[in-house]
């Protein structure tokens, strides 16, 4: 290859592939140069109204193209139906169930119904690339190729697309699309629709065999013909008139009727005669009495030569009596019990019952005590001894409760209660520098607060205290606070160091209320400022003490 780079012609031998060309003989004076024809082939999705095509990627060999296609199901169909056709994970079905119903065309499709031939229906829109190519597939032309393109194939449920070819002038690509056709259905049935040479399609023949005939019909399945089914059984009216309808001969244009006789559980009806002027049907019927009765007993119904009948004596055996009456079964005679009251505790009972000297009950009133009034008459109702409402305020607003627990016992109000609770914090550093920004947090305090009350709410008062140990150089200064608020500054005015000179800061918080038998969790924000000349701090000391009130 040295000979390549000299002034002598190089003997090496560069040949063109496809989209390559090759110009030079690789002298110094003309050395090789290797091009391509075109850029990366451009590809591009075209839809027709009954498929959806997709292409990503840019056609460099890290990122093929990628063609997939989707087919396209009208939701609403220019009939105003229902779209038969159907989209599963399985790809796309059509079921003896939707067929039943009608057959029409929608967008892509074609549909004779004299002779129940369905054809795809390519758009006439301007610019439609898809046609019919020689092998009766959808054919679009795509652009010359130029550098190795990569091309893959993408499926869809309802859609199997393919790919073939190198991408070269001399070998194309060629992508192909195919229906998917669900060879199970979710209904169970058998598909209706075939894949033909020439298409999708679905014919009479395969629609036939969804029928069947019920009572009264008659259905060829080879024909696809449904005719009315008359009754083979004997003396059967019924006939196919000469308009082809349904013929029935009234009385006297027909067979002499036929009459019979029938039972029910309650009746047996029985024929006798020939049914002419001089033997006529004689139609009787006989009332059927049950032996056994659902109940279990005896039938009370006797039939006699003059009809049914039931006799008191029958009746009387059914009888029986029940509280406060008595019952004779020889003379049916019923009467009642005589009455006896008697007297319970806190009653009195006077009188015989009868109507001269009738019962009289009577209550004794009952005693009371601790509070209550009243013997419980209209006069005097039980009622609880209460005093005068002796405030300003409303009884009905500002008035507490009474109530009831679980042992009947009279209960009032929680009773308020107020609890203390406090803590405290010492922390000690190592001469740390204090902060010249004002209001810089260097602590936190926090203290967690109980409300000891379960029925009711807790307001609650904090008061908290912070103090601290400074290092002041002649000329320092340094402040101290809590949160935003900088309560105390101290500055050294002298010429010597103030050692662990302090500032203490208090204050108190509203904190605001804590749930019943909750918890509240307050964090105090210990802050320092303005520090100079080299203050320092080195303790810092705090208190939190929590009033809690519950009223």
């Not at 049916?332 to 001269?356: F, K, L, Y």
């Amino acid at each position: 290859m040295a000979n390549c780079c000299g002034a002598a012609r190089c003997t090496c031998r560069v040949t063109a592939g496809p989209g390559i060309t090759v110009e030079g003989n690789g002298s110094a004076g003309a050395p090789y140069v290797i091009s391509g024809e075109n850029g990366l082939t451009a590809v591009e999705a075209t839809d027709t109204p009954t498929v959806d095509t997709t292409v990503t990627g840019t056609g460099g060999p890290g990122d093929p193209y990628v063609i997939s296609a989707a087919v396209i199901l009208d939701p609403t169909p220019p009939g105003g139906g229902s779209n038969l056709a159907h989209a599963g994970p399985d790809g796309v079905y059509v079921e003896c169930a939707d067929v039943r119903q009608c057959i029409s065309a929608g967008d892509g499709a074609e549909y004779d119904p004299g002779t129940g031939v369905v054809s795809a229906r390519l758009s006439g829109d301007a610019d439609n690339a898809a046609s019919f190519g020689t092998d009766g597939g959808i054919y679009a032309p795509t652009a010359a190729a130029a550098d190795p393109t990569v091309v893959q194939a993408a499926d869809t449920p309802t859609v199997d697309v393919t790919v073939s070819g190198t991408g070269t002038s001399a070998d194309p690509y060629e992508v192909s699309a195919a229906v998917i056709l669900d060879p199970a259905p979710p209904g169970g049935g058998s598909n209706l629709v075939h894949a033909g040479p020439d298409g999708v399609y679905v014919e009479c023949a395969d629609v036939r065999s969804c029928l069947s005939a019920g009572d009264g019909i008659a259905y060829d399945a080879g024909t696809g013909e449904i005719a009315a089914r008359p009754s083979t059984d004997p003396d059967n009216a019924l006939a196919f008139g000469t308009d082809g309808g349904l013929y029935a001969p009234t009385a006297g244009g027909g067979s002499p009727s036929v009459v019979e006789g029938g039972a029910t559980p309650t009746a047996t009806t029985s024929v006798t005669g020939t049914g002419a002027a001089a033997d006529p049907y004689v139609v009787t019927t006989d009332v059927v009495l049950d032996p056994t009765p659902p109940q279990g007993g005896t039938n009370l119904i006797g039939q006699g030569a003059e009809g049914l009948f039931i006799e008191c004596a029958d009746v009387r055996g059914c009888l029986t009596a029940g509280d406060g009456i008595t019952y004779d079964p020889a003379v049916g005679e019923i009467a009642a019990q005589p009455t006896v009251v008697e007297a319970g505790t806190g009653t009195t009972v006077t009188g015989t019952g009868t109507a001269a000297d009738p019962y009289e009950v009577s209550a004794t009133p009952p005693e009371t005590a601790c509070g209550l009034t009243g013997d419980g008459s209209t006069g005097a109702p039980l009622a609880a001894a209460v005093a005068a409402w002796p405030y300003a305020c409303d009884v009905d607003t500002a008035a507490g409760g009474v109530y009831c627990d679980s042992t009947g016992q009279l209960r009032a109000e929680p009773r308020g209660q107020i609890a203390f609770q406090q803590n405290q914090q010492t922390l000690d550093f190592a001469d740390v520098t204090v902060p010249a920004p004002q209001d810089t947090e260097v602590a936190t305090h926090s203290i967690d607060i109980v409300n000891p009350d379960a029925c009711r709410p807790a307001f609650v008062l904090l008061e908290a205290e912070a103090d601290a140990d400074f290092n002041l150089p002649a000329g320092a200064g340094a402040a101290l606070g809590m949160s935003t608020d900088e309560m105390s500054y101290l500055r050294n005015s002298g010429s010597t160091t103030i050692l662990d000179t302090h500032i203490q800061g208090t204050k108190v918080i509203n904190a605001g209320t804590i749930p019943p038998g909750g918890t509240l969790t307050y964090t105090l924000p210990i802050t320092m400022g303005r520090g100079s000349g080299g203050a320092t701090y080195n303790r810092v000391q705090s208190f939190v003490r929590a009033f809690v009130f519950v009223l």
